[in-house]
């Protein structure tokens, strides 16, 4: 009896819906009276994310391709990020990818990443040439754009994509400086025109000073330019807060002050550096006193792709250079 009372009220409860759904355009299936276990429903397969591409991979990709812009009428194919060339003229000219300066993004919104890298032309003349490269689909197809020159000799800050315009942050020539000796903190800022790249803007900020280092962190990756790099599984750091310096030179702490010349932004002068005792073993405290006595003799800094050189004297004329990398968090 309670089998039939359920029955008729459902069946009351579904001509109602039925005629309510009628009422909104709705059509009501009323279900079966036979019921079944409802089948097991595998979920849709989803498409892999895309791997990213390691740094050393697209660098590696970058460094094997082929090159327009740099000369007339002609490409350059890079191996291993180097390219060889005839010129008239002692030495052999070369073009270089700057491998550690690599900036990614999507620069012509397709939605697959592109890349702008440094290429460097060091002709058997005075110049050393800078050019962007736009590399579009980077990552999976990578095509080259014209490369552009930006800039001969020309220390680069920094090189970012944001967007689909380029920043570059350099030390150019700004009101009064002569052609050798830039002294300007610049921004230009490129896009993709009609598949070349074109400068948007170019904005003189401020000149370039010391007081530009404050706040920065530097970790060492070489002790003279590309010939003594760091031991393995130990760092050395260099902190700059306001004219203060300080760090871990690998083993012990250190602080100094340093000082420069208003006319001569370039200019670094340490003072006597203050460091902990900590005994070292060795080679870490023979690496150590390196480090402290060339970090004592810096006489200039520069930007160098990114990275940040400090110049220190050898002797009469001769020069080495302590590079460091910027330290992330």
Known sequence: M?????????S????????????????VVAPKA????????APSPTAEAPTPVTPTALADALGNLSYAGLFPDQQITLTDGFAYYEEDGPGRPFVRLIDHLI???????DGVEDAVALLVDYSTGSGDFVYLAPVINAGTEPKPVNALMIGDRTPVKSLTIDGTQVIVELIGPGPGDPACCPTWNVRKVFSLEDGRLVEQSSEELSKASLDDLSGTSWRLVDLNLDQEPVLPETEITLRFDERQISGSSGCNSYNSVVSGEDGLP?????SPIAATGKICSEPISNQEKTYLDRLARVVAWRYDFGHLSLTYKVGEDVFGELLFAPQRP
């Open 12 to 27: 009351i409860v579904l001509t109602a819906c039925a005629n309510q759904s009628a009422a909104q355009g709705l059509t």
């Open 103 to 109: 900036a990614t993004g999507d620069l012509n919104g």
């Open 34 to 41: 036979t019921y079944t276990t409802a089948p097991t429903i």
């Open 2 to 10: 309670s089998k039939l009372i359920y029955l008729v009220f459902l």
């Open 266 to 270: 370039q200019t670094f002068v340490v």
